[in-house]
């Protein structure tokens, strides 16, 4: 079991938003001020979406975002696209330096 | 535009070794550290191991530590992973991917299968 916890899946119609937590159990609290979240297709490489919490790299839409409080992190895709039907990390640094992904999350657009 | 191209998976029999090259462009290569992370088929992402710009400290996942070594060439843009004493649970897709500021991985190759089996 992942020291980070994502739901198995999510899923919402085109237009609406929808939000993909990530709970650090006690063993990853530690280091979960610096998180970052990929995105995957099927048979593509992740891509960084989100990273230190709530920046977005250049080119990254603005209907990603990312908040964090306490040990839980959460990233919200607003006016969802056929095209975000994707499955999407969240990661977490910690000291060691070691670095822990969530099981991820299949987003599904109905 | 940033490009890693991983090369060097295939099929292994356990106990065997191999290793995995990583090559680089689009970026300067000997000012960023890189990792290797792993994905097993149809499984989530694991991360294996990082080493620094200038190849002076490396780290490793539990998973792999004692049996995997990363390094890397500033003077050909490569980075590398002996992979030894491989067990049928690594079989997995390897990304070389580049670091950001050790808080993120900003950028990644296409993978390349190793497919550990007797």
Not at chain 1, 15 to 41: D, L, N, R
Not at chain 2, 16 to 23: A, D, E, M, Q, V
Not at chain 2, 60 to 86: E, P
Request: glycine share 10%.
């Amino acid at each position: 079991q992942s020291a980070l916890t994502q739901p198995a899946s999510v899923s919402g119609s085109p237009g609406q938003s929808i939000t993909i937590s990530c709970t650090a159990s006690s063993s990853a609290v530690g280091g979960f001020q610096y998180v970052s979240w990929y995105q995957q297709h099927p048979g593509e490489a992740p891509k960084l979406l989100i990273y230190d919490v709530t920046k977005r790299p250049s080119g990254i839409s603005n209907r990603f975002s990312s908040s964090k409080s306490d040990n839980t992190a959460s990233l919200t895709i607003s006016g969802l696209r056929p095209e975000d039907e994707a499955d999407y990390y969240c990661c977490s640094y910690k000291s060691g330096p070691t670095w822990l992904f969530g099981g991820g999350t299949k987003l599904t657009v109905l | 535009q940033v490009r890693l191209v991983e090369s060097g998976g295939g099929v292994v029999q356990p106990g065997r070794s191999l290793r995995l090259s990583c090559s680089a462009s689009g970026f300067s290569f000997t000012t960023y550290g890189l990792h290797w992370v792993r994905q097993a088929p149809g499984k989530g992402l694991e991360w294996v191991a990082i080493i620094s710009f200038d190849g002076s400290s490396d780290f490793y996942a539990d998973s792999v530590k004692g049996r995997f070594t990363i390094s890397r060439d500033n003077s050909k843009n490569t980075l590398f992973l002996q992979m030894n004493s491989l067990r049928t649970e690594d079989t997995a897709v390897y990304y070389c991917v580049k670091d950001e500021q050790m808080i993120a991985f900003d950028y990644w190759g296409q993978g390349t299968l190793v497919t550990v089996s007797s």
